[in-house]
């Protein structure tokens, strides 16, 4: 089994930065044949939305929204997959959340469980 626990969320304010991570506890690839990691946020009344994925070969996605400002990393192990997050701006804020999933072409889906998330607060 796989579990993607994520942590480093907090209150800041706008221009200000914030480190996302996601624990990865278990074999990413045995889920269902997972080969990327990807963030959603979740702003508030709004729909969950596909911030940044990574594949097992370092190929990246970004939304647009987050371009030049975000930045998805992960460790060779899986162990841990981040987000970095400068330039912050009250729309970024929301319940961040990670995911196991694959790569259909250019585009992420994820197959994981959502998790608990963490929240991220940008206001003046």
């Known amino acids: 089994q796989v579990q993607m626990v994520e942590s480093g969320g907090g209150s800041v304010q706008p221009g200000e930065s914030l480190t996302l991570s996601c624990r990865v506890s278990?074999?990413?690839?045995?889920?269902?044949?997972?080969?990327?990691a990807g963030w959603y946020r979740q702003p508030p009344g709004s729909q969950r939305e596909l911030v940044a994925a990574?594949?097992?070969?370092?190929?990246?996605d970004y939304a647009d929204s987050v371009k030049g400002r975000f930045t998805i990393s992960r460790d060779s192990a899986w162990n841990t997959v981040t987000l970095q997050m400068n330039s912050l701006k009250p729309d970024d804020t929301g319940v961040y959340y990670c995911?196991?999933?694959?790569?259909?072409?250019?585009?992420?889906?994820?197959?994981?469980?959502w998790g608990q998330g963490t929240q991220v607060t940008v206001s003046s």
């Open positions: 995911t196991a999933g694959s790569f259909q072409g250019i585009t992420y889906y994820p197959n994981s469980r």
């Open positions: 990574i594949s097992a070969g370092g190929r990246t």
């Open positions: 278990g074999n990413i690839f045995r889920v269902n044949a997972a080969n990327a």
